[in-house]
């Protein structure tokens, strides 16, 4: 059975990290093509994707939030972690934690996490 | 940037056939996926590639594609599919992953 399940702080100051873990079970990411992504979603707003980690350590993000994202994983935990810098208001929302599947080479997610709702405010 | 478009709502009655398009340039070589998000609930998968049923997702949700546009078509409407859908899609250069608006399907 997969699960997948997102911790970390409900409630963030503006300009502070958000530090968000997945931790994950009925899978591992040592095994060839598998992953982790996380994917966002603003209240009453749209699905963003933001990040994948796969097996080999290769790492994708967002383009329009790159710089301001990092995505790790600790195999021996079942642990993914994504670290988003300069928290802003506008970055309010729920994050979701999935494992992705393929067609070709191009993602798509299978498995959620039940998501965590970040609340960014002073 | 790569964007999907959605219809921000489909309404329908019960027993009708709803019908949801995403369109996007990149479309015609890219597959298409689409999310079924009930409110408070996270996304699930009930179309992947283009066409293909994940099992335990009912028969009367199908999917297909035409030049830059998929369509998600849920035949005989019934009122647990009020929910939002979103498409999905990759941009080939990243491989980067791409979200459509939602479609808030509304059963009458």
């Known amino acids: 059975q997969i699960t997948l399940m997102e911790s970390g702080p409900t409630l963030v100051k503006p300009t502070q990290t958000l530090t968000l873990t997945c931790t994950f079970s009925g899978f591992s990411l040592t095994t060839n093509g598998v992953g982790v992504g996380w994917i966002r979603q603003p209240p009453g707003k749209a699905l963003e994707w933001l990040a994948l980690?796969?097996?080999?350590?290769?790492?994708r993000y967002s383009p329009s939030l790159k710089s301001r994202l990092t995505i790790t994983k600790d195999t021996s935990k079942n642990q993914v972690v994504l670290t988003m810098t300069n928290m802003d208001p506008v970055d309010t929302g729920t994050y979701y934690c999935a494992r992705p599947l393929y067609s070709g080479n191009y993602p798509y997610f299978d498995y959620w996490g039940q998501g965590t709702l970040v609340t960014v405010s002073s | 940037s790569y964007e999907l478009t959605q219809p921000p709502s489909v309404s329908v009655s019960p027993g009708q056939t709803a019908r949801i398009t995403c369109s996007g340039d990149a479309l015609p070589s890219q597959y298409g996926f689409w999310y079924q998000q009930r409110p408070g609930q996270a996304p699930v998968l009930v179309i992947y590639t283009d066409s293909e049923r994940p099992s335990g997702i009912p028969e009367r949700f199908s999917g297909s594609r035409s030049g830059t546009t998929v369509t998600l078509t849920i035949s005989g409407v019934q009122a647990e599919d009020e929910a939002d859908y979103y498409c999905?899609?990759?941009?080939?250069?990243?491989?980067?992953?791409?979200f459509g608006g939602g479609t808030k399907l509304t059963v009458l």
């Open positions: 980690i796969y097996w080999d350590d290769d790492k």
């Open positions: 999905q899609s990759t941009v080939s250069s990243g491989p980067y992953v791409v």
